[in-house]
């Protein structure tokens, strides 16, 4: 199983696409072969004039929080009320070793003849 994490703010196409939030962190374990196991999101809002972190989970990435995100769960109640960055919140998640696959560039196009 594998743990990656995407920053939207970062991804070459975020400025493509818009959004209700200012910025989000995407977690996912993966399996061996590369198929999605499960999903959540860390989403910065705007609230009473603060950018603010939310943690925003589907029912069924629940267990997963439990079975594979144990220490960001940890590390998220460490810093309960601190209001980090997106940036920030990166490299917490780079230190708990989780590997951030942000796409900063965009693929190149390939021609075939």
């Known amino acids: 199983m594998k743990r990656e994490f995407v920053q939207f703010s970062k991804a070459w196409y975020a400025k493509h696409n818009r959004s209700e939030f200012e910025d989000e962190i995407t977690l996912a374990t993966y ?3 590369g198929s999605d196991l ?3 999101s860390i989403q910065w809002v705007w609230l009473n004039d603060r950018r ?8 069924d990435a629940w267990k997963a929080l439990i079975n594979h995100f144990l220490d960001v769960l940890q590390l998220l109640s460490n ?4 209001n980090v960055t997106p940036d920030e919140m990166v490299s ?3 230190t ?3 590997e ?9 196009i390939r021609h075939t003849t």
């Open 96 to 98: 708990l070793g989780i």
């Open 92 to 94: 917490y998640l780079e």
């Open 100 to 108: 951030n696959t942000t796409e900063t560039e965009p693929p190149s």
């Open 79 to 82: 810093l309960d009320n601190k």
């Open 52 to 59: 603010v972190p939310q943690l925003h989970v589907f029912d």
């Open 31 to 33: 399996d061996d072969d």
């Open 38 to 40: 499960s999903e959540f």
